[in-house]
């Protein structure tokens, strides 16, 4: 069973990092794209960064290059995302996920399995 679990989330001043994580398991690790997205409160999920199953480029938005890194470790089958100077613009829910996105914009919509989001919420 393809499982997939973020977690990490909570309440951060702007300026301030956090550090999500997911889990994965139930599938071959490589054999899928990852990505983060994030969902906030009336918009629709948003691709944050991705890798495609074949490419060890990651693709991230203008909003959060820079900021954001993405990272995995396959031996242990968990992908980081390691999110700095966060603004409130950052505050959502945040997704683990696998899919056959390749190349070009990462968009929620080349993704199949999800994992539950974390909260995460950026005070000004």
């Known amino acids: 069973e393809v499982q997939l679990q973020a977690s990490g989330g909570g309440l951060v001043q702007a300026g301030g990092s956090l550090r999500l994580s997911c889990a994965a398991s139930?599938?071959?690790?490589?054999?899928?794209?990852i990505g983060w997205f994030r969902q906030a409160p009336g918009k629709e999920r948003e691709g944050i960064s991705c890798?495609?199953?074949?490419?060890?480029?990651?693709w991230y938005p203008d909003s959060v290059q820079g900021r954001f890194t993405f990272s995995r470790d396959i031996e242990k089958n968990m992908v980081y995302l390691e999110m700095t100077d966060l603004k409130p613009e950052d505050t959502g829910v945040y997704y683990c996920a696998i899919g056959w996105f390749t190349s070009g914009i990462c968009t929620a919509e080349e993704f199949g399995r999800w994992g539950q989001g974390t909260q995460v919420t950026v005070s000004s």
């Open positions: 139930g599938f071959p690790f490589d054999d899928f794209a």
């Open positions: 890798v495609s199953a074949s490419d060890e480029s990651i």
